[in-house]
């Protein structure tokens, strides 16, 4: 049987962590064993040096240094170590706080070009997708495949009896202005123009 884990303390970054709105009421951040589950199956590691489980242990260890650490700009939030946490821990979202954390610092990483792209797309479109900032990328990883499905999506869809994937009319307006209201959009010409003046 697994261990309930171990109880970390109140360190100032775990208890940081707990109490963001971001995280999960029940989040087990504090209970993390060290097991490694989350590292050995998140695809981000088998990519790059970004390792879960190191970055939860500098949390509890209350090492601020995991936010000058480049590596876990290599998240992609695909949830697998949540799903797989025994002790209910997200590495997931305790990701998604330090980069907050981060970017409220003054924006330092380069990366968030990356993000900026997606909440671009976002405004656009009014739907989450892949901006075509990536489309010659993904092109030369996938191959002609890749470019007859954009291509043709639209046709595509309409053969299966599905609507348009991107919102149109009043109804894209409609998320535009909540992205202005809430001020997403702001906050995206923040961090861009926090990347253009560093580069
Ligand atoms: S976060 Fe969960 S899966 Fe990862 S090391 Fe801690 S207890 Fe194990
Ligand atoms: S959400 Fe991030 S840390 Fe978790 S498994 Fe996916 S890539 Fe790895």
Known sequence: ????????????????????????????????????????????????????????????????????????????????????CPVNNSPCQVNQILRQKVLLKGGKSQRIYEFLAYGYSYMDFGVGSIPSDFFDELVKDFGEDYLQLKLNLEDIREELGLDDYNLKGNSLNEVKNILIESGFKKKLETFKDAVESKS
């Open 1 to 84: 049987m697994l261990k309930k884990g171990m109880d970390h303390g109140s360190k100032e970054m775990v208890e940081v962590i707990k109490n963001d709105y971001r995280a999960s009421a029940d989040i087990g951040l504090k209970r993390c064993m060290q097991c490694g589950l989350c590292t050995s199956n998140c695809p981000a590691t088998r990519h790059s040096e970004y390792d879960p489980r190191e970055m939860v242990k500098m949390v509890l260890d209350d090492n601020h240094e995991i936010l000058d650490n480049p590596d876990i700009w290599n998240c992609f939030y695909c949830y697998t170590c949540q799903s797989n």
